[in-house]
């Protein structure tokens, strides 16, 4: 699974581990996460993060 950066922050959303806090658990791709999450840095939408090469 492939990680993903926030453009604005720089956040790295990491399947393996996933967002407890935002109730994400380890193991969700990122394609699977609700589209209303954000990141839990800054607040930026799901739209504002790409894949990492």
Do not use: H, Q
């Not at 996933?18 to 607040?43: K, M, R, V, Y």
Request: aromatic share 12%.
């Amino acid at each position: 699974m492939k990680k993903y950066v926030c453009d604005l922050c720089g956040y790295i959303y990491n399947p393996e581990v996933g967002d407890p806090d935002s109730g994400i658990a380890p193991g969700t791709a990122f394609e699977d996460i609700p589209s209303n999450w954000s990141c839990p840095l800054c607040g930026a939408s799901k739209s504002d993060f790409r894949p990492m090469d």
